[in-house]
């Protein structure tokens, strides 16, 4: 009975039992009472009755009584149609466990692996590729020609006969299949036929490797917004787990492996070791013209043990040098022959440079005949060469121990020295400002042009009263407008409340509120100076952030001697007091240090901030904020070690953040940074351009800038093609424009200053088509394994996958449902139906009624 009902009514798969079920009427009359529709069904059947007995004389009794049966049943069964008869049935089922097949579809699945000729037959045999020929070459070395990519791996294991892995997973599992191939989605496969039967050569077919980036994180999140079923079994991931955008896919309650909630079944392709050598290149990214810079560039290896190889770098000027002059020549700063051995190998090479600029500097490993891949074989960083120096003003009451120790840090600095620092002290004698090059005799020069060729300002304790409404409004503007960089330091005489402390003066109060506007924290107007001593506590944020690592002397004198990124502000002991402060101003703001123990008295529970930093305003101009001006306690005990290691380091990231000086008048820049890009991509060419007071341009003064696009010339090898465009008004201030680059190569971009006349140096932007999918050779095994283990699940190869179908746990459980089918259009009605209308047409042919 449980059988004939499934299969009449088309029930969900695996019924264990009928549980109810009962019939009744869908239509509004025929619900009121099931005796009107019998009513009318009776008096259907009386009335045929009464025409074939009444009505007809041919033929005799006993056939008219069966004509008048069947009519009459005919007539019955369309007035119980009309009542719209309905089956309820209540029933348990057992269905399958969903379980979702995911597929890697970017490019590094279209590498071909160089495998040894053992483990390629294990690996063919695996997934079901036909034998070849053994190989001619005597050694065990891997074959030098590459085999199938890693796609026609998957594609020949789905569609395999013998191993049959889809069919078996069907066997147990309704299967779905997803494939990534794009940033931030995962795309369902779509395979004609039958929905719930896959094909597998059709599934083979629908297999692709056209994205050009992995991003488990997101495929995993894309994944867990298509189901919202209980019945999800698990997950099935095909792929070399080469993690190369986004964030962490797994390792922790929030990440989007552990949000999908069922485990993952991590078959990896590719090899986890090979013959590969990787390139780093490191230096200090900032330099003097002239000054001389040493190279490192460090080499590690796979499987290439005591191989001879060269290492080389390669210098190249990006930007920089003579109006309309030609791409610079390569410069070849050293080249050595080294045996590459099973650490890490560092050579070390001085590069002097003559020019200024922008440089790529490239350290390489000549690549090997050997090696699986070649894309990592070398490095590129770049190289800011100055032949200017980093401009800092110092805004001071009076000297104190951080104004007298910072002036001779930064004196002795190659990138300031003594013409780069200046002062502005109030206490100091007029004839002294006026008179001394190391100071500057008024707040507010008569140029906003000499104002904002600075590129730091450090503000220290100094009283608002002393501060101008000219000042105050230029600096929110230095910062927010020209991406200057300025350090506040709280000092014990005067403190930061007084930027939120009202004057009595509106006009006033407004300029002093964009100083507190700008600082990373929000300052208490009544709050004084704590004076209780404490050891300053590094934030876990501070200890990432460069120039918060004060390293050199750490160990001296401890038991370990280990070194810690962050050790050296143990030398700065006991603080006596420091500056509190009501909040942090908002999430983007970085802490990172605390007081030990005291919090804010916002109710969040914050540790009052004592160093913290934020970017503000429309070019990103970076605030630092330090709720003490007693750093100089760095010096003692180390001297100059760590002092001049913190405050260099700052400086170095606000100062050099933008351009230097006067640069920041007409910038030039484009939406890359790394000025890299993909064939296909488009690049955003953007000009922000000031007059010589450093005021907008606008409409009345350039409408319009005329800029030079050189790019490569395809019909030519080594041709290129110059063309003069214009760059459009955005707004005041600010032109743009975009253009796409299809070519490789190098193109170059020239802007024309209207305000000085002549051309900027060229920006040279490199478009290359290698994807970042092909840089590794290998496959992430650990982002496989920490996926699987997290999840509860379980990782795999090629050779391994056979073992999946067992051991995925997913089991079915019983589910009561409750369906309404029609009655009328099951396929019993429509068999009486037909019999009935024979029936009666029959039986008026054999007693001739017409």
């Known amino acids: ?154 594609q020949s294991l789905v569609r395999s006969r013998e191993s049959a892995l889809v069919a078996k997973l069907q066997e147990r599992f309704r299967v779905k299949c997803f494939q990534f191939s794009r940033r931030d989605e995962v795309d369902a496969i779509a395979i004609d036929g039958d929905d719930e039967t896959i094909d597998g050569e059709k599934l083979a077919a629908a297999l692709s490797s056209r994205g050009q980036v992995t991003n488990l994180a997101s495929a995993l999140a894309s994944l867990a917004g298509k189901h919202a079923s209980s019945r999800l079994a698990g997950v099935v991931i095909f792929s070399d787990f080469d993690q190369n955008a986004g964030g962490p896919a797994a390792g922790g309650p929030t990440m989007p492996a552990e949000r999908l909630g069922v485990p993952i079944y991590a078959v990896g392709v590719g090899p986890e070791r090979a013959r590969d050598a990787k390139a780093e290149v490191s230096f200090a990214a900032v330099m003097r013209q002239g000054d001389k810079r040493t190279i490192s560039v460090s080499v590690e290896q796979q499987g290439l043990e005591n191989r001879p190889a060269t290492v080389r770098v390669v210098a190249k000027r990006l ?61 590129t960083r770049k190289l800011q060469v100055l032949d200017e120096y980093v401009r800092l003003l110092f805004v001071e009451y009076e000297p104190t121990w951080e104004w007298r120790f910072i002036k001779e840090v930064f004196h002795r600095d190659p990138l300031v020295g003594v013409k780069g620092f200046r002062t502005y002290l109030h206490s100091a004698h007029p004839t002294v400002k006026q008179n001394h090059e190391l100071f500057t005799s008024s707040l507010t020069p008569p140029t906003r042009s000499e104002f904002f060729k600075n590129d730091v300002i450090f503000l220290g304790d100094i009283p608002a009263n002393v501060l101008t409404k000219g000042f105050c ?107 509190p402060v009501r909040a942090v101003r908002g999430p983007d703001v970085s802490v990172l240090a605390t007081h030990p123990t005291d919090v804010c008295p916002d109710g969040d529970k914050q540790l009052q901030p004592l160093i913290a930093a934020r970017k503000y305003g429309s070019r990103g101009g970076q605030v630092v904020y330090l709720g003490f001006n007693e750093t100089w306690r760095l010096r003692r005990k180390y001297g100059e070690l760590y002092y001049q290691q913190f405050w260099g380091q700052l400086i170095h990231q606000l100062g050099f953040s933008h351009e230097l000086g006067g640069e920041k008048r007409f910038v ?95 920006i040279s ?77 029959l039986g008026r042919k054999l007693v001739n009624l017409p």
């Open 1 to 154: 009975m449980t059988d004939w009902l499934a299969k009449l009514f088309r029930l969900r798969e695996n019924v264990e039992s009928i549980d109810s079920h009962a019939v009744s009427f869908a239509e509004p009359w025929a619900r009121l009472s099931a005796g009107i529709v019998v009513a009318l069904a009776v008096l259907a059947f009386a009335l045929s009755l009464a025409f074939y007995l009444r009505g007809q004389s041919r033929g005799v009794r006993g056939g008219r009584l069966l004509l008048a049966c069947c009519r009459g049943g005919l007539l019955a069964l369309l007035v119980v149609v009309l009542g719209d008869p309905v089956f309820r049935i209540a029933y348990t089922h057992r269905p399958k466990p969903l379980l979702y097949l995911l597929f890697d579809g970017t490019d590094s699945m279209a590498i071909a692996d160089r495998f040894a000729e053992d483990e390629r037959r294990k690996l063919d045999a695996a997934v079901g590729i036909a034998p070849t020929s053994p190989g001619t070459s005597a050694s065990n070395s891997p074959s030098e020609m590459p085999g199938p990519t890693r796609l026609e791996y998957v």
């Open 319 to 379: 930007s920089g040098g003579e109006e309309g002059r030609a791409e610079a020549e390569p410069i070849q700063v050293g080249s050595r022959e080294v045996v590459l051995s099973s650490g890490t190998l560092v050579e070390s090479f001085d590069f002097v440079p003559s020019e200024p600029g922008v440089y790529d500097v490239t350290g390489e490993l000549v690549p090997l005949v050997e090696e699986t891949a070649t894309d990592n074989n070398r490095a």
């Open 473 to 579: 409004e230029r600096l929110e503007e230095f910062v927010g407008e020209f991406g200057g960089g300025l350090v506040v330091m709280a000092g014990p005489r005067f403190g930061i409340g007084q930027y939120a402390r009202p004057t009595g003066n509106p006009e006033f109060d407004e300029a002093l509120a964009k100083i507190h506007a700008m600082l990373p924290v929000e300052a208490d107007p009544n709050a004084g100076i704590r004076e209780r001593p404490f050891r300053i506590e590094i934030t876990p944020l501070g200890r990432r952030t460069e120039f918060m690592r004060l390293t050199g002397a750490v160990g001296r004198g401890s038991a370990s001697g280990a070194e810690d990124d962050v050790g050296g502000w143990e030398a700065l002991g006991a603080l006596p007091w420091y500056q």
């Open 668 to 762: 030039v820049r484009t939406d890359n940074d790394q000025l890299r890009y993909q064939a296909g991509d488009k690049v955003t060419l953007s000009v922000e351009a000031y007059d010589e007071e450093f005021k907008p341009l606008d409409t009345d003064r350039a409408a319009k800038l005329s800029y030079r696009l050189t790019r490569p010339n395809r019909a030519s090898q080594g041709g290129e093609t110059t063309e003069e465009l214009s760059l459009p008004l955005v707004h005041a201030g600010r032109y743009e424009t975009r253009f796409p680059v299809f070519a490789e190569g190098t193109y170059r971009v020239q802007v024309k200053d209207p305000i000085a006349g002549q051309w900027k140096p060229p």
């Open 765 to 841: 932007l490199v478009v290359a088509s290698r994807s970042a999918e092909r840089r590794s050779a290998v496959r992430n095994v650990a982002v496989q394994d920490l996926l699987a283990t997290q999840t509860r699940g379980r990782s795999y190869d090629l050779t391994t996958v056979a073992n999946l179908p067992a051991d995925i746990e997913g089991l079915a459980r019983s589910e009561q449902v409750v369906e309404v089918h029609k009655l009328w259009s099951t396929w019993p009605c429509f068999i009486l139906v037909v019999t009935l209308m024979l029936g009666e047409w």
